[in-house]
């Protein structure tokens, strides 16, 4: 088994992902991500095993995204775009040739169930990176980093009704990309 620290670094990728596509800023990301493994390697006992590493990591993570959102307020990013805007996010989910998991989800069948299953959060994650970026960073602003719509409406300069109809239309697509990458129906038209 790998040590505490090699498994923060092996997640290091996933983390700088994840503050790329709410920082949009590759400086402000790795910032971000070098704050957060240096927390976690200062008190390692805080993580205790009570959920897995990623969750953990994610956690703290989300607070220095919010950090720097508030940081940086207004700045403009200028940051071209990083390979992993273009690369496919179902990439990163294993999927064989014919659109089937590789490795099946260990319970069908049970709603509730399958909500808490890892694999179920891995495809809503690649649903998510499939929004267009400025929907994706809505979305995320307000269910990962629990931002208050007053929050977001100041830091992205939107009225409250365009916040309204960006996150219905993330919601939308979400729903549709769920539908059809984990529910295995076919997609509302």
């Keep these: 088994m790998a040590s505490f620290e090699q498994q923060i670094i092996d997640l290091r990728d996933y983390l700088m992902k994840f503050a790329r596509l709410q ?11 070098s704050e ?6 200062a008190k390692p006992q805080a993580f205790a095993n009570r959920s897995q590493l990623k969750t953990w990591l994610v956690g703290i993570l989300k607070h220095k995204v919010v950090d720097a959102l508030r940081l940086h307020g207004r700045e403009v990013s200028t940051s071209p775009e990083s390979d992993d ?3 496919d996010p179902m990439d990163y989910i294993q999927f064989q040739a ?3 998991f590789t490795e099946a989800p260990a319970e069908w069948g049970d709603p509730e169930q ?5 694999q179920f959060f891995e495809v809503l994650e690649a649903c998510t990176s499939q929004l267009p970026a400025a929907q994706g960073r809505l979305f995320l602003m307000r269910e990962w980093l629990e931002l208050s719509s007053e929050e977001i409406c100041k830091e992205l300069g939107l009225t409250p009704t365009n916040l309204y109809v960006q996150l219905h239309r993330a919601r939308l697509r979400l729903r549709e990309c769920l539908e059809l990458n984990w529910f295995g129906k076919a997609a509302v038209p």
């Design 36 to 41: 957060t493994v240096l927390a976690a390697l």
């Design 85 to 87: 805007d273009q690369a």
């Design 98 to 100: 014919d659109g089937h």
């Design 23 to 33: 920082l949009r800023n590759d400086a402000w990301a790795e910032d971000a991500v």
């Design 114 to 118: 399958q909500m808490r299953s890892r």
